[in-house]
């Protein structure tokens, strides 16, 4: 399955992984790395063929609000059998160790057989996801969010179309690199508190054309000090509005509420909820 999955020129993962480790590390913004034809292009192609309209299922996320326009599906068992094969090939042991090498995470990478907030992802003419961090705890493990993997499946995309995923610095000064969505790239890079990323322009793609990739996360049990803000009590998502973008995102002010997620009681209950709620939600 492997070898159908997995272009020729990447069959020796441990060796492209080591290779490429260091392009990884030295990358800026922060860590990362842009891996063009990784996958068997038929494969692929059959996976972007599967690729269902998401604005017609009724379980998928829709958002539209000003920071996202965007949709998302993660019910894996639902998924057609080539983009089912794909992300069981992308949660395995064998991809697993190819990150862990590429990356050089000291911790142990897990995947995430939920897919929260991944899994496929769709945007369509005037869609945005506004720069942001990601939520950098898993919802109901207790693990932290290390590594993000973006897949992008569209054919002659067109320069004009827009959709470009811009990697930010940490103080949202400038846009250091632009990354076209383009059929058969992946992107890896490494989720911290100040790994600012998205596509804040309106994609301006014709009504039939969608901007479709797939996205999986992957934890530890830990992480270093330097990549937590401590000032982000909160596990979600923060949006960062661009330099002299006024009012690009919208963005609360939660004082009072962070100051209660300080105390220690709120915590407690917080990891019960965790616990025996929100594991329980899922698994039904």
Same mark, same amino acid.
């Given at each position: ?7 020729? $020129?990447?069959?020796?993962? @441990? ?27 038929? *494969?692929? @192609? ?25 949709? %998302?599906?993660?019910? +894996? ?20 160790? *190819?990150?862990?090498?590429?990356? %050089?995470?000291?911790? @142990? ?31 109901? *493990? ?32 400038? +846009? ?14 490494? @989720? ?12 301006? +793609? ?66 019960? $909820? ?11």
């Amino acid at each position: 399955l492997e070898k159908e999955i997995i272009s020729v $020129e990447y069959k020796d993962l @441990t060796q492209i992984s080591l290779n490429k480790k260091n392009i990884y590390l030295n990358a800026n913004p922060y860590p990362h790395i842009i891996l063009d034809n990784f996958f068997n292009n038929s *494969f692929l @192609t059959k996976v972007l063929n599967d690729f269902p309209d998401l604005k017609n299922i009724n379980t998928s996320e829709k958002y539209d609000n000003k920071n996202e326009v965007k949709m %998302s599906y993660n019910k +894996c068992e639902n998924f057609p059998d080539n983009i089912k094969y794909l992300f069981n090939f992308l949660n395995s042991k064998t991809f697993l160790l *190819f990150l862990q090498n590429l990356t %050089s995470i000291k911790e @142990t990478l897990l995947s995430d057989p939920y897919l929260m907030g991944g899994g496929l992802h769709e945007i369509k003419k005037g869609g945005v996801l506004k720069v942001h961090t990601d939520f950098n705890r898993h919802p109901f *493990f207790d693990l932290d969010r290390r590594i993000n993997v973006l897949i992008y499946l569209n054919k002659d995309w067109k320069n004009k179309y827009g959709g470009d995923l811009e990697l930010w610095d940490k103080d949202m000064k400038q +846009c250091i690199r632009k990354i076209e969505p383009k059929f058969n790239r992946m992107v890896i890079f490494s @989720t911290t508190d100040f790994s600012n990323h998205g596509h804040p322009d309106p994609l301006n +793609c014709p009504e039939n054309i969608s901007r479709k990739s797939l996205a999986l996360y992957y934890f530890s049990s830990g992480r270093p000090k330097e990549e937590i803000n401590i000032k982000n009590i909160k596990n979600k998502t923060f949006f960062r509005n661009r330099a002299n973008i006024k009012d690009d995102t919208d963005t609360k002010n939660e004082y009072l509420k962070n100051y209660l997620r300080s105390l220690r009681v709120y915590k407690m209950l917080k990891n019960l $909820e965790k616990k025996y709620i929100r594991s329980k939600k899922i698994k039904d």
